[in-house]
């Protein structure tokens, strides 16, 4: 059988397919999803675990209501509390809970064997350069991005 030959683009985006479908069926026990999860650990390396949901926004790169619904889901699965700012109550903040510290830990734990089952058959000089190559294309692109919005 011969090898089907996909372009880079393609390739990225089917190995990050799997890698979500893996997540997400690894998360499911957990009652948590992959973009919950990515939140929590966004807050969690936070100054303060604490964060606005503008912020949140931002870095996501997402509708406000995206975030907030992510953010309620969380709040009421215990993982996050939310709050408004004393001195302007248009601005939420949440912060993590010691059940949502644990769930990170949980997390990251189950993406680094993930991540060591995905890179396996690579030798280690392999998965530095890959690391690096996809980083530099990383940067690149997300540099561009921000510079112009039309890449």
């Known amino acids: 059988m011969q090898r089907e030959s996909l372009h880079c683009g393609e390739l990225i985006k089917r190995l990050n397919d799997i890698l979500g479908r893996c997540a997400?069926?690894?998360?499911?026990?957990d009652d948590m999803t992959s973009s919950q999860v990515?939140?929590?650990?966004?807050?969690?390396?936070?100054?303060?675990?604490?964060?606005?949901?503008?912020?949140?926004?931002?870095?996501?790169g997402v509708a406000q209501a995206t975030i907030a619904g992510t953010a309620a889901r969380l709040e009421k699965k215990g993982m996050i509390e939310s709050f408004y700012d004393p001195s302007d109550k248009r601005v939420k903040h949440v912060r993590i809970t010691d059940k949502g510290r644990t769930m990170c830990v949980h997390a990251g734990k189950a993406m680094h064997d993930k991540e060591k089952w995905?890179?396996?058959?690579?030798?280690?000089?392999?998965?530095?350069?890959?690391?690096?190559?996809?980083?530099?294309?990383?940067?690149?692109?997300?540099?561009?991005?921000?510079?112009?919005?039309?890449?």
């Open 24 to 29: 997400n069926e690894e998360l499911r026990a």
């Open 38 to 60: 990515k939140m929590l650990m966004i807050i969690n390396e936070t100054k303060d675990e604490c964060i606005t949901l503008k912020e949140l926004e931002k870095h996501f």
């Open 118 to 151: 995905f890179l396996s058959s690579l030798s280690a000089d392999e998965k530095e350069e890959l690391h690096r190559l996809l980083q530099k294309v990383y940067d690149d692109v997300n540099n561009c991005e921000r510079k112009c919005k039309k890449c």
